[in-house]
């Protein structure tokens, strides 16, 4: 099997990324789910167990971590579907039906079990909504999301995605296209930065009924759709390697985290992180010899991340209900990342994929399956989360 070769310095250096019939995957960027994913689990356990006033975290931009995964999102998918000349919106509808809905509709039925079993009010439009993804797009009662508030954003990222596909479709030409995507990305980022103080919001609607959460997916998708055609448009420099732009990836993974942990919340001062994020993913598409090694180490907790992100609320939900760790703050996040990764590797390995390829090659035309698209091993959560899309795939040019 080849390897792939980097060229830096004078020297060949070696790599063995993940490789398939089509070509090689972005290990960087799965790399970012498989570091976000967790951190997640980390953030909402410690602010679901510890009061306001002990817990810094109430201060720090980890929710921006949702962000991060719209934004993969809208990079994959470009990749994987939007760019495509042989692109079909009813094909994709199906399997973005067939990447959510299994492991959405499992967790909602768990979920909503042991807020029964709690006696946690439970609400019947709520589990309509949620059946069918649109449990916040600005309709119904905000407490409607709450049977497992992660999934607002695959409601989110559903109705957005759909959005993103019709405009595709009614907007062939990709240049003007991009102009509309960038036009829709601006309106987002300006009625945020207009009407709301932080982007850690995505429940409430402003101006009547524009749901914060669609605005912030709305901005974030569109951006990581420019920032993928951006990369391709220049991807011979995205190819090169040197200790410069081996420094400016590991700068941009610093900054990542930094704006993730210092606990500063000014009014809109989140939203100047996006683009930096941007960045980023255009940087960890591909991250050069030096860092792959690295990423190639989070390969299981990308795959698994998806469940993970859907997995965790149900686990810290439990461990709230039933405390055998008596309060204890560090022995109750040692079980909730245990419990959570454990049920998220049989949630992926008995649930996600498996539907998602059952479904796929009974409901989805043979043709694009045979097709040279991509290939339909599920790899995400899509961040953004990770929330996410189909195992995603790129091969270097030939030099």
Known sequence: MDRTRYLSGGALHTQPPRETSLGLRFEGLDALRG???????????????RPYEESYL????????????????????????????????????????????PVHMVMLAAMA?????????????????????????????????????????????????????????????????????AGMCIASATILFFT??????????????????????????????????????????????????TMIVGALLAAFFVSLFVPVRSVNTDLLFLPMYALLILAMANPGPFWMPIMVRFRFLAGISFSLYMVHMLVIKFIMEVPLWAGNYYAGLLVAFALSIALATVLHFKIERPCYEWMTERWSAKTLRKGPSVAVTPATPEPAAYSDSDTVIWKPASR
């Open 35 to 49: 570091i976000g994913a967790p951190l997640v689990v980390y953030g909402h356990y410690t602010l679901m167990t």
């Open 196 to 245: 709301v103080d932080d982007l850690d919001t995505f429940v409430e609607n402003v101006h009547g009924g524009l749901n914060t959460g669609l605005l912030r997916g709305t901005l974030t998708l569109t951006m990581g759709i420019l920032a993928y055609r951006f990369f391709i448009a220049h991807r011979s420099w995205f190819e090169r390697t040197s200790p410069l732009r």
């Open 58 to 101: 109430w201060h720090t931009s980890l929710y921006l971590l949702v962000d991060v995964f719209f934004l993969l999102s809208g990079f994959v998918l470009a990749h994987a579907f939007y760019d495509r000349p042989n692109f079909n919106f009813w094909e994709f509808t199906k399997k973005r039906v067939f990447r959510l809905w």
């Open 113 to 181: 079990l042991l807020m029964i079993l709690a006696g946690d009010p439970l609400y019947k439009r709520g589990l309509v909504l949620n059946a069918f993804m649109i449990h916040n797009v600005g309709i119904g009662h905000s407490l409607m999301v709450m049977i497992n508030f992660p999934s607002w954003s695959l409601s989110v990222e559903f109705v957005t995605n759909l959005v993103v596909a019709a405009l595709v479709l009614a907007i062939p030409n990709k240049r003007l296209n991009s102009l509309v995507l």
